[in-house]
């Protein structure tokens, strides 16, 4: 069940990434991710009360830990993509959010199998190649761009890891503290710009009929994803649920094919087969 829940994680991910980047383009991304971000905490709150939530000190602590590493990864995120090249900044995100939690899974006694040990090499050579689309025109990242990934990929790799050193009996309430925490997190932040540069706190056009269901759907697919890889690491170990969930950019990719029409290189193709055969070895092993 951990490969299942761990691929809808990617999925939605990669969904939200999808439809934020396009709202991003748009207004501000800091708006983006503080709309979504509450929406977001809603979705939580409901679900919550659905599937039940136990707030213990353990819990309360390591989900505050997540909630501070959630804001850091999304604003470190952005500003690495502001820098680019998108098509290095982004794989080299994901191969770092994967890598840390499967060395701390294994460092902290967690046995994989050959099949999983091969597997995990195979995802992340498909991270980079579904993100890495070769070109002339494509430059080497500058060092503020690779320092601002770096702490993505950290920011995200602390998600996972805290996420599931939370009690198994907490049902959604880690997901519930982590959103909040990183709302606020956010709301701090977005008003610092806004009183540094005297703009609006957000976009009238954030609330356009055409942009405002894009950023909830972000919203949605991010705590979704957060959701099934709560499940996914609590169903398995964090090794598989991160490295499966670092697939994210093959949603992504399909997405921006499907719906923009946009081109899908060999080497992206070549990505894609390569992850799903990863999945196959996960599930042998």
């Excluded at 840390?100 to 040990?117: E, K």
């Excluded at 002339?136 to 950290?154: D, F, I, N, Q, T």
Aim: net charge positive.
């Amino acid at each position: 069940m951990t490969i299942f829940f761990g691929l809808l994680s990617a999925f939605y991910y990669g969904l939200a990434d999808f439809v934020g980047a396009i709202a991003a383009k748009r207004i501000r991304a800091l708006a983006v991710t503080t709309i979504s971000f509450s929406f977001g905490l809603g979705i939580a709150l409901v679900l919550s009360q659905i599937i039940g939530a136990t707030y213990s000190l353990e819990t309360l602590q390591a989900s505050v830990l997540a909630g501070v590493c959630s804001a850091i990864a999304i604003s470190c995120l952005y500003a690495a993509l502001a820098l680019g090249p998108i098509s290095i900044v982004s794989p080299l995100t994901a191969v770092i959010s994967a890598i840390i939690p499967v060395v701390f899974d294994v460092a902290s006694g967690q046995a994989l199998s050959g099949y999983a040990l091969l597997a995990v090499l195979m995802v992340l050579v498909a991270v980079v190649l579904v993100g890495f689309v070769p070109s002339e025109r494509v430059k080497l990242p500058s060092v503020p761009a690779l320092l601002y990934s770096l702490g993505a990929g950290l920011g995200f790799a602390g998600i996972f890891v805290f996420l599931d050193s939370t009690s198994e009996d907490s049902g959604l309430a880690p997901l519930v503290i982590m959103r909040a925490v990183g709302l606020l997190l956010l709301l701090a932040g977005l008003g610092y710009l806004a009183i540094k540069h005297k703009t609006r706190f957000i976009e009238k056009a954030a609330f356009a009929k055409t942009t405002l269901p894009l950023i909830l759907l972000a919203g949605t697919g991010d705590v979704l994803g957060n959701v099934f890889f709560l499940i996914a690491t609590r169903e398995g170990a964090l090794a598989v649920a991160a490295i499966l969930t670092s697939l994210y950019p093959i949603g992504t990719i399909l997405l921006a094919w499907l719906v923009l029409k946009e081109r899908i290189a060999a080497s992206q193709i070549i990505g894609i087969v390569l992850g799903l055969a990863a999945c196959a070895l996960l599930a042998l092993g």
